[in-house]
């Protein structure tokens, strides 16, 4: 049986990962709490995984954290579309559970123009 993991929409365009129609191109990604008390709105939360889009160097960088098989899958098969597997550790949120995995259905990445990962936030956090 395959963990659950939630189809990522992602707005954050200045990321290296971001890919055209709102996708996130990454192979995992990392929700955290952007303090060390367990986040308590949208803002407290962010995207670990968000790297500065920064030409051809920073492309190359991100190569070991992409989603080729989802990538290849999602080309050859309409119906498959590209979205990493997520780990989130904000267990103040009521989509967290045990082992780090995130139960909501989808996910919204905000952020648009961010500069580094502190810019970006889980939009669909909810406090428990
Ligand atoms: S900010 Fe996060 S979710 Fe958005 S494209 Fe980058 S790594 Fe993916
Ligand atoms: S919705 Fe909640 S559990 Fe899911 S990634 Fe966002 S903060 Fe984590």
Avoid at 15 to 20: D, I, K
Wanted: proline fraction near 3%; include cysteine.
């Amino acid at each position: 049986m395959s963990e659950h993991h939630p189809k990522v929409i992602c707005e954050v365009d200045t990321c290296t990962h971001w890919l055209p129609g709102e996708v996130c191109g990454a192979a995992n990604i990392d929700i955290l709490n952007e303090e060390e008390q367990s986040a308590e709105s949208v803002e407290h939360t962010m995207c670990k995984t968000f790297a500065e889009r920064r030409g051809l160097a920073n492309l190359l960088g991100s190569a070991d954290n992409v989603n080729w098989r989802g990538a290849i899958e999602a080309a050859i098969m309409p119906d498959r579309e590209l979205s990493p597997t997520t780990t989130c550790v904000v267990d103040s949120c009521v989509y967290w559970e045990e082992g780090n995995l995130c139960m909501a259905d989808e996910i919204f990445v905000s952020g648009s123009g961010a500069k580094e990962c502190q810019d970006t936030n889980c939009g669909t956090f909810k406090k428990k």
